[in-house]
């Protein structure tokens, strides 16, 4: 079929995000897979148009496929990916494979992005932590001091590259699959009230906003006392407040069931307000369930399982790794003969 400008724009929306030095595109063959994942996630067959290599690759688990097994796809042009779209149905927006396929995407693009973040984020340079040693100089041999604060500032480097990549994925996603949106202060509903019980025109950020249900959900990893001070807090708890004022109901969402007092608060004050709460177990199943079976499936086999294992696997002391660091990779193991590899290259583009 002929590739019109139409089409193009909308191909887009699965392969590439951000604009000038800062797109990120991925490949038609990595979109192609990404139609057969959601084909066989969603409807649970394999229609006649599938390809045999791309729909075997596809069976496998979505975090298990590297980009090496990706590579070695066959090369698909762009009029193909876009008869892909078209055979799946994602090219029809009212379809839910569009939406569940546009998600799928923008978790592929993100991980895509910081793998090459791992790639190519360079060591530091002498002139950027040499004034540091100050602190340190004469505990240990030069080489030594030099090599411990630049493994430790490339890793907070890379450390903010994920907080902030994570800040563009996980509550806007998570947002798509309820059918709501993230909103900025800018344009939030949900404004602060003064000190005299009146709106003002400073909005109130909202993690999910669904505006035909005026609900405003506020999503968090855990609430425990170690995470929040006094005035942290207070701005917590007005959050639900201002939410009623705006004639909005509020919902909190806390994936991990820890008890604290600080929990107990905040839920209370939901309740007050008129809103509603889920903690844990309960609060994935809320969201399925807002989700729909489709979105519900994604958020349970791409969101959830992550959360939950890293939650599971958290220890009080880390155990022990080695970090060691060539021209080609970078390599971090533990005591337990477990191996992450990262290929390294010079930064050719600007992630």
């Known amino acids: 079929m002929p590739v019109t400008r139409q089409l193009r724009a909308f191909y ?84 839910i494979i569009y939406l569940y396929l546009k998600n799928l995407s923008e978790l592929w693009r993100r991980r895509f992005k910081f793998y090459n973040i791992l790639k190519t984020q360079p060591f530091p340079t002498s002139e950027q932590i040499g004034p540091r040693c100050l602190l340190e100089y004469g505990n240990c041999e030069d080489d030594l001091l030099f090599s ?24 806007p996603i998570l947002a798509s699959c309820l059918g709501g949106e993230s909103m900025s202060h800018r344009y939030s509903p949900i404004k602060r009230i003064d000190n005299n019980g009146n709106p003002t025109n400073e909005g109130r950020q909202i993690d999910c906003y669904i505006s035909e249900l005026r609900e405003a959900y506020e999503l968090k990893l855990r609430v425990t006392i170690a995470a929040s001070g006094q005035g942290r807090l207070s701005e917590e708890l007005s959050f639900p407040y201002e939410a009623r004022k705006a004639g909005i109901t509020p919902i909190l969402i806390v994936f991990d069931p820890t008890p604290s007092p600080l929990l107990d608060r905040l839920k209370a004050k939901y309740v007050e307000e008129g809103g509603r709460y889920a903690v844990g177990e309960d609060a994935w199943n809320m969201l399925t369930n807002r989700a729909g079976r489709e979105m519900g499936k994604f958020i349970i086999k791409y969101i959830k399982p992550p959360i939950s294992r890293m939650d599971e696997a958290c220890l009080s002391a880390p155990s022990n790794i080695h970090l060691s660091a060539s021209t080609k990779k970078l390599t971090i193991s533990d005591d337990c003969g477990n191996c992450y590899t990262i290929p390294r290259e010079e930064a050719l583009h600007n992630f």
């Open 12 to 95: 887009k929306t699965f392969s590439q995000h951000g604009s000038g030095s800062a797109t990120v595109e991925i490949e038609p063959k990595d979109v192609v897979l990404l139609i057969h994942i959601a084909y066989l996630d969603i409807f649970q067959n394999e229609p006649e148009w599938f390809s045999e290599a791309f729909c075997r690759l596809a069976k496998e688990s979505f975090y298990k496929i590297s980009p090496e097994k990706t590579a070695e796809l066959p090369t698909i042009e762009l009029e193909e990916a876009l008869n892909y779209l078209l055979y799946s149905g994602a090219a029809n927006t009212e379809n």
């Open 148 to 171: 411990w604060m630049s493994w430790r500032k490339l890793i907070y480097d890379i450390d903010n590259r994920s907080a902030q990549e994570t800040g563009y994925l996980f509550e």
